[in-house]
T-cell receptor, first 114, second 112 residues
Framework: SQTIHQWPATLVQPVGSPLSLECTVE??????LYWYRQAAGRGLQLLFY??????ISSEVPQNLSASRPQDRQFILSSKKLLLSDSGFYLC?????????????FGQGTRLTVV | KQEVTQIPAALSVPEGENLVLNCSFT??????LQWFRQDPGKGLTSLLL?????REQTSGRLNASLDKSSGRSTLYIAASQPGDSATYLC???????????FGKGTKLSVKP
């Protein structure tokens, strides 16, 4: 069966510090991978998606970047965090090459920038 | 630009009641619609996926319907239980890469 792991679960970082959140998927190959953010009072917003190693698409301009160094690994990064980067970050995966496929989410990372 | 709206934002019901959660979307050109459940501080659990060619899907006490032409979906929960308390999110898939556009959710509280 497929599983998705996301860590850390919570993170408190000072403004200006770097960020690295990691997500890995097991039990499938060549998944589509996604990073979403859930900010207070707002719905889930897609930040990045990837259809293959090294292929990253960004949905919104922002202070963050994403990378996919391996087939089932997706990393969200920042060089210098802003207060506005606080939120709940969720990684998700879906089967590639098809539409009408379910999305499966990790347990999320609560990031607080202070 | 696709917008997804969920009404009501919050709902409190006594245990055993049947209830309906609503989701509307502005652009009917969707591939599918998914309903998710989110417990406080947790990730999303997929409940039901309705393809654009389908009218409804059922799983246990849950039934989701889709009227694509009118841009509406409903999630029906039968015989609600306290364990159903959570935030319910609907999302539509528009792009061919599986990108989802979410509503803000309905926070459900089922009182024993």
């Amino acid at each position: 069966s497929q599983t998705i792991h996301q860590w850390p679960a919570t993170l408190v970082q000072p403004v200006g510090s770097p960020l690295s959140l990691e997500c890995t998927v097991e039990g499938t190959s060549n998944p589509n991978l996604y990073w979403y953010r859930q900010a207070a009072g707002r719905g889930l917003q897609l930040l990045f998606y990837s259809v293959g190693i090294g292929q990253i698409s960004s949905e919104v301009p922002q202070n963050l970047s994403a990378s996919r160094p391996q087939d089932r690994q997706f990393i969200l990064s920042s060089k210098k965090l802003l207060l506005s980067d606080s939120g709940f970050y969720l990684c998700a995966w879906g089967r590639a090459g098809t539409v009408n496929t379910e999305a499966f989410f990790g347990q999320g990372t609560r990031l607080t920038v202070v | 630009k696709q917008e997804v709206t969920q009404i009501p934002a919050a709902l409190s019901v006594p245990e055993g009641e049947n209830l309906v959660l609503n989701c509307s979307f502005t652009d009917s050109a969707i591939y599918n619609l998914q309903w998710f459940r989110q417990d406080p501080g947790k990730g999303l659990t997929s409940l039901l996926l309705i393809q654009s060619s389908q009218r409804e899907q059922t799983s246990g006490r849950l039934n989701a319907s889709l009227d694509k032409s009118s841009g509406r979906s409903t999630l029906y929960i039968a015989a609600s239980q306290p364990g159903d308390s959570a935030t319910y999110l609907c999302a539509v898939e528009q792009g061919s890469q599986g990108n989802l556009i979410f509503g803000k959710g309905t926070k459900l509280s089922v009182k024993p």
